[in-house]
């Protein structure tokens, strides 16, 4: 049996959240806004908008790190309407957070908010337990688009790309080898802790370079050997997903025992990383056997990710954060 959210707190019981069935009815006024108190105090709250609102300030500095800054117990919070959609805001006039949005049952936007939102606006409602590939090579994809300072990898002449290499190793995800290459291509770096992980048996050395170039070597029946690190394992697999051939691991793509090989390497390292076409930070576990959480179905954990704040709305995060983020200062009124 489906039981009632808890009771809205004080503080949000006084936002205007009209309980409707239909979410398009919903009404809202432009740049008002309401107080909600400090962090500290949202953070013990039990109520289910607070428990949002904090997620919502939590999720901001996880994809904003200079943002720590405001993760001050102490800091005021509002919760600010503007432009059809209510802001996480610091204080009156303050720096804004994220937008936050209704969501039906299906977890789509009411349709009083997808009028005015991008179609590619969507209120999940969970978290699955495995990435969502094709949405990350949609922000690729958006990245080649849009943004003009950045790199478009697999682009350019080989000696200015890599200055100083005269050729450069990846794995190649097709073939399940190294190969050596002197052209130009898209590729996804790796970064990530080796720890005792990484063994003799998992580097490319002199001795096992040829080996490590035939087709095969580095897999078993089309998938990654048993004897790699998750992370690279999980790596291999992801690149694979994401429907690209070519992925550079510092531990397979430099000759270990080669001090010269490994010096050319080390010095465009920041190169190799700034060319890539992708670059996987492993930020889990402490040795390059934690893996890379959601490439594998089951080993990430689910995350409930809308709030029924009273019945019959719902409301969460937007995905696409800055599809609707405007500038950070508003001018704003009390509620009326």
Known sequence: MATDPRPLCSFCSIVPLESVHNLSDLVYSDREEVALGSISRIRKSKCPLCRLINHAILESIR?????????????????LWTAGYPYVCFETRG??????????????????LASRASKRLFLKHRLDSQIDFSRVRGWVAKCDANHQVCFRSGTGLFQDVFPGLNVIRFIDVEQGCLVEMTDVVPYVALSYVWGAAVSFTSRTTKRNKSFLMRPGSLFSQGTPLDSLPLTVSDAILLVQRLRLRYLWVDALCLVQNDPEDVKKGVEIMDLIYEMAWLTVVAACGHDANAGLPGVRPGVREEKKLVFTVRGGVKMGLYTEIDQLLKPTVYETRAWT
């Open 95 to 112: 720096i804004t957070i994220a937008p936050l949005g209704f969501a039906t049952v299906h977890g789509n936007p009411s349709s009083s």
């Open 63 to 79: 994809i904003q790190p200079d943002r720590e800054r405001f993760n001050d117990p102490d800091k005021e919070v509002s919760l």
